[in-house]
């Protein structure tokens, strides 16, 4: 979960402004590395959020209302011992995200029912031991277009490029160049108003991780760090709007949009996915 404007305000959260190729604008960030104990509290918390993802997964049919997945997921979660992390974050109403075909993010579960042929990115985040986790994943709901599931792979694919890119001695721009590469190589827009984010104690921490942008630039990258990493990924134009509810954000154009996130460690070893079940 993560909101931003062109420039960088929406959603209710506040960014600091990037420059023009996606690069960290001004001072380098302040990036909070974690201990092995921290992390090992965040990847519990990440079986929750993994989890959840999975159960609403024999959830997500025809004509099924998405405040039904938002009442499972916070079930599960508070029976997982739990607290949703969405839930009243800067005003949010609901413990996930749900966001429907032209809906890039931030989607507000609610009376609307799925229909075939539709996708949904349903977004997770668990607060376990005081430590975070956040994953993402885009569903589709009965047969599909070929456009949209073609879609959905090429954006877990670029999700997929970004982590395999979160290694010791790479820089961030590292990350955000792979997923872009694969987005655009895919025919596809990559969302430059919302980005990705470090996460730990807080939902939202240093680094902002931008889904586009110039190899080999910002911040190293060392054992310890954790991110939220979440290429959204629009089937035409890169540009969104943000609706008068203040979360709900649509590409302009109509046309569909897929979301997939991990939160991802760096090791010693390479990148460990930490919302796995």
């Known amino acids: 979960m993560r909101g931003a404007g062109r420039r960088f305000k929406g959603s209710g959260f506040r ?28 990847r519990r918390a990440g079986r929750i959020v993994a989890g959840v993802l999975d159960m609403l997964e024999e959830h997500v049919r025809p004509g099924v209302r998405t405040e039904s997945l938002n009442r499972l997921a916070d079930d599960f979660i508070r029976r ?9 974050y800067r005003g949010f109403p609901a413990s996930i995200c749900t966001s429907i075909n032209d809906v890039v993010v931030h989607g507000i579960p609610g009376k609307e029912r799925l229909k075939e042929g539709d996708i949904i990115g349903i977004d997770v985040g668990v607060i376990l031991d005081g430590y975070h986790a956040d994953a993402a994943r885009t569903y589709p709901v009965g047969e599909v277009s070929d456009t949209a599931q073609r879609l ?24 955000s160049n792979s997923i872009q590469r ?32 110039p190899p080999g630039r910002g ?26 509810d203040g979360w709900t954000v649509r590409t302009v154009d109509g046309k569909l949009s897929a979301h997939f996130e991990h939160t991802v460690a760096v090791t010693e070893g390479g990148p460990e996915i930490l919302t796995l079940p």
């Not at 997982?80 to 009243?88: A, R």
């Not at 895919?186 to 931008?210: L, R, T």
């Not at 060392?222 to 540009?239: I, K, R």
């Open 15 to 42: 960014i600091s402004p990037l420059s023009g190729d996606g690069s960290q604008a001004g001072p380098e960030p302040m990036i909070i590395r974690k201990s092995a104990e921290e992390i090992d509290k965040m």
């Open 80 to 88: 997982k011992g739990g607290i949703p992390s969405f839930l009243g």
């Open 152 to 175: 959905m792979e090429v954006t877990r694919a670029s999700l997929d490029a970004g982590i395999a890119a979160c290694r010791p001695g790479n820089r961030l721009g590292d990350v």
């Open 182 to 213: 694969v987005v655009e190589g895919g025919g596809f827009s990559v969302v430059v108003q919302f980005v990705g984010h470090g996460i730990g104690k807080e939902m939202h921490e240093e680094p902002q991780i931008p889904n586009f942008g």
């Open 219 to 244: 911040p190293l990258l060392q054992p310890g760090m954790t991110f939220a990493l979440e290429p959204m990924v629009n089937e035409g134009a890169w540009e969104v709007r943000v609706e008068e």
